[in-house]
Structure formats: C-alpha cells, structure tokens
T-cell receptor
C-alpha cells in the first residue's frame, strides 16, 4: 500500500460546482499535511498547509481526520482557472524533514 | 527573480552520458531536495540534504549522486544516463516547518 494515496480522477466539473478530493495516509506518526497545486509541466505550488483539524483560505478548505487518517480538500464555486493537478503530501514522524506525496488528482473545470 | 532556480530547463542526452542538473536557492533554507516526477507516479524523492555536511538517500537513489556545494547549491548527477531516467526533475527547499518550495523543473530525455 502506498504511504499517501489519492484518487487520480480525473474529476470533470462545471464552473461554480463544489468538488472535494480525499487523500489517505498510512503513517499514523505524520504530523503535518499539505496540498499543492501543479499546472501542466510546471512546478508544484503550495496551496494550503494543515497542522491541526483544518484550514480555510477563500474558496478552499482543507480538513484533517486523524482517526481515519485522511485529509480532504474542498473547492467551492469552481473556476476555470482551478483546473490543475492537486497533490497531497504528509510529513513528520518517521519521515522527519521529508514529504511523501500522493500521485495527484486531476481536476478539469469546464464552462 | 525566482527563489529556486534549476539549470538546464530542458536536456536531451544519450544513453551512457554523464549529466549534471543544478539547483540554486536564495531563500536561505538549509534543507534541499531532489525529486523526479513520472506520469501517474507522483513525486518521488531521490536525495535530500539538511545542511552542507548532510546527504541522505531518498526512495529512488540508485543511478544518481548529489553534491551540496554550499547552503544555496545542490546538484544532481546521473553518472551514466539510461532511458528510464527520462523524467521531470524538481529541486525543492524547505525550512524547519516542512513546507517545501519547488524550482521550475528540468525536463530530461535520455535517448
């Protein structure tokens, strides 16, 4: 089993829709979690950090469920510009100083 | 100017050639990382360094070597390139809170 797993999608949603991605992690010692956005052939860019139960930034909400070992990313009122690959990552515990990434979830927002 | 730079941005080489990818950062971070990204496999850690005197193997270090010339510079070498090393390579830096910042990537093709 991969240490961090994501549904690769693709998710195809219309503009204005709400979409949610889940990411599960197997290392119960992981302490911090991240969502990155990656546009095609570009570098990943940090979207949100999650250290406790959750985080919110505008249309984006990340939630952490330690009991079930997953983090989620909710995007409200999707925009065409939200089309990208979303990577989740886990750090800490036995992976001190390192991030373990999921394989990414592809989102396409259409008119 | 970009905080994390990589050179070259694109490289085509032949099997058996020695290749060096370079990474420089102006963020003042001690930690630096090298990843490769392949379609459907996400980001995989090759090597990482927590300071100039510290080098550690990552998940997929075979066939690669690194050099940390200074706090700001971390180079990745392929001593004898092979076709399955064709990938997108990213350098990243982080401070002590685990958030990583990525360079623009190097697209390497080994023929």
């Amino acid at each position: 089993r991969k240490e961090v797993e994501q549904d690769p999608g693709p998710f195809n949603v219309p503009e204005g829709a709400t979409v949610a991605f889940n990411c599960t992690y197997s290392n119960s010692a992981s302490q911090s979690f991240f969502w990155y956005r990656q546009d095609c052939r570009k570098e990943p860019k940090l979207l949100m950090s999650v250290y406790s139960s959750g985080n919110e930034d505008g249309r984006f909400t990340a939630q952490l469920n330690r009991a079930s070992q997953y983090i989620s990313l909710l995007i409200r009122d999707s925009k065409l510009s939200d089309s990208a690959t979303y990577l989740c990552a886990a750090a800490g515990g036995t992976s001190y100083g390192k991030l373990t990434f999921g394989q990414g979830t592809i989102l396409t927002v259409h008119p | 100017d970009a905080d994390v730079t990589q050179t070259p941005r694109n490289r085509i080489t032949k099997t058996g050639k020695r290749i060096m990818l370079e990474c420089s950062q102006t963020k003042g971070h001690d930690r630096m990382y090298w990843y490769r990204q392949d379609p459907g496999l996400g980001l995989r850690l090759i090597y990482y360094s927590f300071d100039v005197k510290d080098i550690n193997k990552g998940e997929i270090s075979d066939g690669y070597s690194v050099s940390r010339q200074a706090q700001a510079k971390f180079s990745l070498s392929l001593e004898s390139a092979i076709p399955n090393q064709t990938a997108l390579y990213f350098c990243a830096t982080s401070d002590f809170v685990d958030t990583q910042y990525f360079g623009p990537g190097t697209r390497l093709t080994v023929l």
